[in-house]
C-alpha cells in the first residue's frame, strides 16, 4: 500500500468538536489541511512508505506549532497527531485520511478524518497485550478529545483539542 499525499486548502468552518470544550472553538485563527491518498488496499499491513505518514505529519504540525508560537504544546501534539494518524491508517479504511491541524481562539485543534463508520472509543487492552493503549494515551495527554461524523462523506473525523489559552499563548 503506497500512500500519496495532497494538499488542499484548509477549511475554515467551525469545529466538529465545539461541544464542552469552551468558548472560541469556531473563530479559526490560521489552519492546516492535508490529505493522504492511499493507493494500495485498506487494512493490509502498512508498508514501510505507510509508516513514514506519522513522522511526516509531526515535522509539519511542529513547523506550524513553532510558526504560531506554540512550541510548548510540541511534545504533546505529536503524541496524540501520531496516535491519531496510526489508527487511521491501520484501522480506518477508505480510500484516504485526512489531517488538519487548527488554531483558534479557544485553543489547538488536531482532526483525523478516515472512511471507517466505527467510532474510535478507548479500549481496555490486557496488561500483555502489545497494541490498544493509544485513544487511553490520547485521552490523557489531550485536554480533550472524541469523534465526529464527517458531514459530507462517510466515516469519521477522530479529533484532540488544547487549551492554549490557560498557557497564555492566546
Do not use: Y
Not at 499525499?5 to 484548509?10: D, F, G, L, R, V
Not at 490560521?30 to 513514514?52: F, M, N, Y
Not at 506549532?65 to 504544546?73: N, S
Amino acid at each position: 500500500m503506497i500512500l500519496t499525499a495532497q494538499h488542499t486548502p484548509a477549511i475554515a468552518e467551525a469545529a466538529p468538536c465545539t461541544r464542552d470544550i469552551g468558548d472560541g472553538w469556531a473563530t479559526v485563527r490560521a489552519a492546516h489541511e492535508q490529505w493522504v491518498a492511499r493507493t494500495g488496499w485498506p487494512r493490509l499491513p502498512l508498508t514501510d512508505e505507510d509508516r513514514k505518514w506519522p513522522e511526516r505529519l509531526r515535522h509539519q504540525s511542529r513547523g506550524l506549532l513553532m510558526k504560531w508560537g506554540l512550541e510548548f504544546l510540541s511534545d504533546r501534539v505529536e503524541t496524540v497527531l501520531t496516535e491519531l494518524v496510526t489508527n487511521a491508517l491501520v484501522h480506518g479504511g477508505g480510500d484516504s485520511i485526512g489531517f488538519r491541524l487548527t488554531l483558534t481562539e479557544g485553543g489547538l485543534l488536531i482532526e483525523v478524518a478516515d472512511s471507517s463508520p466505527g467510532m474510535a472509543r478507548v479500549v481496555h487492552a490486557g496488561p500483555d497485550a502489545e497494541s490498544g493503549r493509544g485513544l487511553l494515551l490520547v485521552e490523557v495527554v489531550a485536554d480533550d478529545w472524541g469523534v465526529s461524523p464527517r458531514r459530507h462523506a462517510d466515516g469519521k473525523w477522530t479529533w484532540a483539542a488544547f487549551n492554549t489559552a490557560s498557557e497564555g499563548s492566546c
